[in-house]
């Protein structure tokens, strides 16, 4: 059956004012419509995510040491060891500390922005062709105005880069992406809402002069600031169904306030005023929710007596339709073929504000997210817990088998006969000290005590369950993808070479950098990216607009430092083999980018830019006198080892002639029977006449080892 459409005309015949009043309540019951509608959704949502959040519970439990509730009631049931060994919260912690140390490096940042890539203009550098004069009479070519060009967009970008480094510390963004990364390594997501605008009333003084002199006068300015908020996963929920955010047509978001927050929204544009002081009058309408997430929150906080005293307010982001909008007082062009993109408040059903995008068709998702382990099934991904569950289950179970097993190996177990012997306490349970009797019935029949009591001994298996905990904590690093080596484990096993351990850090971030590009995909490209946007449109000042690249530099800082830096002096030492090549290098780069690598504070350990400069200039003035070659060097020490070497062996020819001489004459005196000294003095031969011939000797033999001749 087809349905008309009732075109009938109901203001016929009523006064201006009726009409109004007809108007205000078609509006009032379309934003009614649209409140329960919305609400019917959320709820609708709430329930479809429940398993998701008994798995971030389970998850939590994990990663605070307890035990899921059926676990531990099992386990108390026989009477077990409650041990639980907390590898989950080490684990989750290290990798946390990992992916936050290369997303927000403390010497740098994880984004930059540059002019975007003109291929006409990279041709045009090139070129020599000349277009004009200067007003000096310089010939100027295509080249130099491609490279004015470069240098000007070059200048603009880091303007921007300023101003947006300026934001991002003003809305505390490292702090609030140090909060999004702990939610996705624990419980698999983490999102983060941005850029939004903060409305701030500010006082500015002015002077006003009069005959009596200068008067202050303060005007409340209204300063818009973009803002980025980190977004408890609990009270996030995309559309069903799907596995990623951009796939997610709309989103919801709650938000818990308490009465002092719901008057300060009054203070924001847009909300509806009665509204507010309609839900301010009622109680708190958070503890009537179905929240029994929160309860269980509180109870693995050890919170069991707190009450929820807050109002739920839900946001809704997505399509709306213009008579949705107009019905809320929104100004828009009403045609039933357009939707626009904006938020929508509303509390137990009830709109209290609509409006549109700040950025509208500009922007991409108002809500970015990042997933430690991505899910194909989910858009909420899966944490470190969720990942290693097993290896700390059975950690756990290892642990507590070594418990049990030693606790009955130290006591072992009792057998008696209760007809013949019996507890003095009527118990029989084992404690020290403890009297047992024999009854009456034993006497005559028993002989010896030991036939009717006895304690029986269970064996230890400690060797056995400890490879099974040991291969736990095994089988626990390859679950996290962090093995100790990445946890600064500096076992026996462990490689000493410089090398070897360069190459293991390597193999050990290579997870790592899966997740890091992953945040760089999920996180800083799209915020900044927005974030930029929203400066193009907003910003007053035109000096810092242009068109800009973002990109993200958290992958490519997960490079290792290591080998960044040996290639880093490769290049030095290449820089420094020809003087060519020394006056060709941009040396004050060259330092900065040293002292990056090696992770030091530059301002406090080199000179300003300009002595930087200066020391350069004054240094390829008067540069230093090349090295010699390394072949002259080479020949230079043969002829000084060769000169050593004919000295000493002269030396030693000298030291052999005398002493040869000495021995003959030894040899002559003893034949004439006589001394030295009387063989010397006999032979009328003074000690000066003696050195004289010798010296004299020792002249000619030295000649025939120049000459190959006497004299």
């Not at 386990?75 to 290290?94: H, L, M, V, Y």
Request: glycine share 6%.
């Amino acid at each position: 059956m087809m349905m008309v459409e009732d075109k009938t005309d109901y203001t016929q015949g009523m006064t201006p004012e009726q009409r109004e009043r007809r108007a205000i309540e078609e509006r009032a019951a379309r934003l009614s419509a649209l409140g329960q509608r919305l609400q019917a959704e959320f709820d609708r949502r709430v329930n479809d995510r429940r398993h998701v959040e008994n798995r971030w519970l389970e998850d939590l439990r994990q990663y605070n040491g307890q035990y899921d509730p059926h676990v531990l009631a099992q386990i108390r049931q026989n009477e077990g060891s409650e041990a639980f060994i907390n590898i989950t919260r080490t684990k989750t912690d290290a990798v946390e500390a990992r992916i936050t140390d290369y997303v927000l490096p403390t010497d740098d940042r994880n984004w930059d922005i540059r002019p975007t890539a003109m291929p006409e203009l990279a041709e045009l550098e090139s070129s020599t062709q000349s277009i004009g004069t200067t007003p000096e009479g310089n010939t100027l070519t295509a080249g130099d105005l491609a490279a004015a060009v470069r240098e000007v967009a070059a200048k603009r970008a880091a303007r921007m880069r300023d101003v947006m480094d300026d934001q991002l510390a003003e809305a505390g963004y490292n702090a609030t992406i140090r909060e999004v990364i702990h939610d996705a390594c624990v419980l698999g997501i983490g999102i983060l809402k941005g850029p939004i605008v903060r409305h701030r009333l500010r006082r500015s003084w002015r002077a006003l002069k009069d005959a009596t002199g200068s008067v202050y006068v303060a005007d409340i300015i209204e300063d818009r600031r973009p803002h980025a908020v980190r977004v408890d996963p609990w009270n996030f929920y995309p559309q069903s169904g799907v596995v990623r955010i951009q796939d997610s047509e709309s989103e919801f978001e709650r938000h818990l306030l308490t009465r002092q927050q719901l008057r300060e929204l009054a203070k924001q544009p847009g909300f509806d005023r009665d509204a507010l002081r309609r839900a301010l009058a009622a109680a708190p309408n958070a503890p009537n929710v179905t929240l029994d997430w929160r309860i269980q929150l509180r109870e693995i906080a050890g919170d069991t007596a707190s009450r929820d005293e807050r109002y739920e307010l839900i946001e809704y982001t997505g399509p709306i339709e213009a008579a949705d909008l107009i019905a809320a007082g929104v100004e828009v062009v009403d045609d039933p073929l357009a939707e626009y993109h904006g938020n929508i408040w509303f509390m137990n059903g009830i709109v209290v504000k609509a409006a549109l995008s700040v950025m509208g068709e500009h922007a991409q998702k108002a809500y970015k997210v990042f997933n430690y382990a991505r899910d194909d099934s989910t858009i909420f991904g899966r944490g470190v817990p969720r990942q290693m569950r097993t290896s700390q289950a059975l950690a756990n179970s290892a642990l507590r088998m070594m418990q049990d097993n030693a606790g009955l190996a130290v006591g072992g177990q009792l057998v008696y006969m209760p007809g013949y012997v019996t507890p003095a306490d009527g118990n029989p349970r084992m404690t020290p000290r403890k009297t047992w009797h024999l009854t009456s019935e034993a006497l005559g029949v028993v002989s010896d005590v030991k036939q009717v009591f006895g304690i029986v001994d269970i064996p230890l298996h400690l060797e056995w369950l400890q490879p099974l905990f040991m291969l736990a904590l095994r089988l626990a690093d390859e679950e996290s993808q962090l093995p100790m080596i990445a946890q600064g484990d500096q076992a026996s096993h462990i490689t000493k070479t410089k090398g070897g351990m360069s190459i293991l850090m390597d193999a050990a971030n290579v997870m790592l950098r899966r997740s890091v590009k992953a945040f760089d995909d999920g996180i800083t490209v799209p915020f900044i990216t927005d974030l930029y946007t929203w400066n193009m449109l907003f910003h007053p000042d035109e000096e810092i607009k242009g068109d800009y690249t973002c990109v993200a530099r958290g992958s490519s800082a997960l490079m290792e430092r290591e080998q960044q830096l040996q290639a880093f002096q490769m290049f030095v030492q290449f820089l420094n083999s020809h003087p060519v090549f020394q006056r060709l290098a941009r040396w004050d780069q060259v330092l900065e980018e040293g002292a990056r690598l090696l992770r030091v504070n530059r301002s406090s350990l080199l000179e300003s830019p300009e002595k930087i400069a200066q020391a350069i200039r004054e240094l390829q003035a008067n540069p230093p006198q090349p090295p010699p070659d390394p072949r002259v060097l080479v020949a230079q020490i043969n002829a000084q080892a060769e000169q050593q070497i004919e000295a000493s062996r002269q030396a030693l020819q000298k030291v052999m002639h005398d002493a040869d001489v000495q021995v003959r004459m030894h040899e002559i005196a003893t034949r004439a029977g006589l001394s030295y000294e009387q063989f010397v003095q006999s032979l009328g031969l003074d000690r000066m006449k003696l050195d004289s011939e010798n010296q004299r000797f020792n002249a000619e033999m030295l000649a025939k080892m120049r000459t190959g001749s006497g004299i």
